[in-house]
């Protein structure tokens, strides 16, 4: 039941929070360089997506 903030004491609210955790990140390796990306992103590495290059890597920077 929700309890207004004011009635909610620090260490209540502190005791609470150490069950709430940053999950580990999802990430991929790219199938053409084998670099570690995220999932559904274009390769910084080599520039592709989806086995095709979809970036000039070179000229991007
Ligand atoms: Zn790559």
Do not use: F, L, N
């Not at 039941?1 to 709430?20: D, E, I, L």
């Not at 390796?29 to 670099?35: D, L, N, R, S």
């Amino acid at each position: 039941m929700a309890v207004p903030a004011r009635h909610t004491s620090k260490t209540s609210k502190r005791m609470r929070q150490t069950h709430y955790k940053i999950s580990e990140k999802t990430t991929t390796k790219c199938p053409k360089c084998g670099a570690v990306i995220k999932p559904h992103r274009v390769c910084k590495e080599c520039g592709s997506y989806k086995g095709k290059e979809v970036i000039d890597v070179k000229t991007a920077e």
